[in-house]
């Protein structure tokens, strides 16, 4: 949050309407309900996964947790691809299990012969 200002004067004064104009994107939040809206559904989701991943981590493990964050970009992605904003792809199935592959390794979930 202390970012914001001190680009904003660096940068936003300079350039009207660009990323770092904090007046402006206050103005557009504040004006077109369904991003306010979402802004305040995004927080509310980031808020109860962090509280459940907490309550994971304090019950079962880190492992567990891992895991769990692992499923919910798998989520992510399916949601994505029923709402029909992307198609799906061959590469990022691979991509998927590179990632479940290299958390299990990182959590020693399973060990590599060398």
Known sequence: MTAIPILYLAIGRSHPGGYFD???GFDQIVQNPS???TSIYITLSIAM???FGLSVTRYLSATSRATI???RTLFIWMTSLALSWETFSWIQVIGFVILVYGTFVYNRVITLPF
């Open 22 to 24: 904090a007046p402006a």
């Open 35 to 37: 991003v306010w809206q």
């Open 49 to 51: 996964f962090n509280y």
């Open 69 to 71: 964050d692992t499923c």
